[in-house]
T-cell receptor, first 109, second 114 residues
Framework: GQNIDQPTEMTATEGAIVQINCTYQ??????LFWYQQHAGEAPTFLSY??LDGLEEKGRFSSFLSRSKGYSYLLLKELQMKDSASYLC??????????WGAGTKLIIKP | GAVVSQHPSWVICKSGTSVKIECRSL??????MFWYRQFPKQSLMLMAT?????????EQGVEKDKFLINHASLTLSTLTVTSAHPEDSSFYIC??????????FGQGTRLTVV
C-alpha cells in the first residue's frame, strides 16, 4: 500500500532549528510537497521537491532523497508564528496526492 | 483519521464540455470545503471556500461563472468546470473540515481538456 509517515508532534524553542522528517512509500513519484496549516485555516504551500537535494527558501528548506523515500523540512530561526501543522504529501504515478497525517509543531518561548 | 474522497481521480474531456468533480467527507460533517487548483511544479492555489448552505467565496481572479461550486450538504461539495478549455487542464483538489477539525484533503482530480 501507499503511506506517508511523519511524526505526530514536535516541540522546539523560539530561535532554534527544527527538522521535520517524512518517509514515504508510493506507487511512483511525481514530486513531494510540504504545506503549513495553522489551526482553523486552509493549508499554504511551502515547498516542492522532485529532484534529490536541498531547496532553500528563506528560513525554510526542504530536502529530498528519492532512493531512500525520505524528505525533511528544516525550519530555522523559529518564531512563535511557526507553530502550526506541517503536512507532507507525495504525488504518485497517477498524479494523486498521498497525504501524511501532519506534524504539529509547538514553539515555546 | 478523517477521510475525504474526491471523484473522479482523473478525467479527460472535450473542449466546450462541462466536468463535475465531487468531494465527499466520509466520516465527518464538513462545514467548510476548500477547492484548490495546482499547475505542475507550482503551489496549490486556493480557488474558493464554501460553507454548507451558502454561496462559495471565490478568490480574486477566479471566474465564478466558469467554476461552479455547490455545497448543498454537510458531506458533499461539487466543482463544475463549465465550457472547459485546454487551459483549464490542471490538478484540482478539495479539502474539508468541520468546526472541530483541521482540513483534510481529497486525493485530487487531474483534468485534461482536449
Amino acid at each position: 500500500g501507499q503511506n506517508i509517515d511523519q511524526p505526530t508532534e514536535m516541540t522546539a524553542t523560539e530561535g532554534a532549528i527544527v527538522q521535520i522528517n517524512c518517509t514515504y512509500q508510493t506507487s511512483g513519484f511525481n514530486g513531494l510537497f510540504w504545506y503549513q496549516q495553522h489551526a482553523g485555516e486552509a493549508p499554504t504551500f511551502l515547498s516542492y521537491n522532485v529532484l534529490d537535494g536541498l531547496e532553500e527558501k528563506g528560513r525554510f528548506s526542504s530536502f529530498l532523497s528519492r532512493s531512500k523515500g525520505y524528505s525533511y523540512l528544516l525550519l530555522k530561526e523559529l518564531q512563535m508564528k511557526d507553530s502550526a501543522s506541517y503536512l507532507c504529501a507525495v504525488m504518485d504515478s497517477n498524479y494523486q496526492l498521498i497525504w501524511g497525517a501532519g506534524t504539529k509543531l509547538i514553539i515555546k518561548p | 483519521g478523517a477521510v475525504v474522497s474526491q471523484h473522479p481521480s482523473w478525467v479527460i474531456c472535450k473542449s466546450g464540455t462541462s466536468v463535475k468533480i465531487e468531494c465527499r467527507s466520509l466520516d465527518f460533517q464538513a462545514t467548510t470545503m476548500f477547492w484548490y487548483r495546482q499547475f505542475p511544479k507550482q503551489s496549490l492555489m486556493l480557488m474558493a471556500t464554501s460553507n454548507e448552505g451558502s454561496k462559495a467565496t471565490y478568490e480574486q481572479g477566479v471566474e465564478k461563472d466558469k467554476f461552479l461550486i455547490n455545497h448543498a450538504s454537510l458531506t458533499l461539495s461539487t466543482l463544475t468546470v463549465t465550457s472547459a478549455h485546454p487551459e483549464d487542464s490542471s490538478f484540482y483538489i478539495c479539502s474539508a473540515r468541520s468546526r472541530e477539525t483541521e482540513a483534510f484533503f481529497g486525493q485530487g482530480t487531474r483534468l485534461t481538456v482536449v
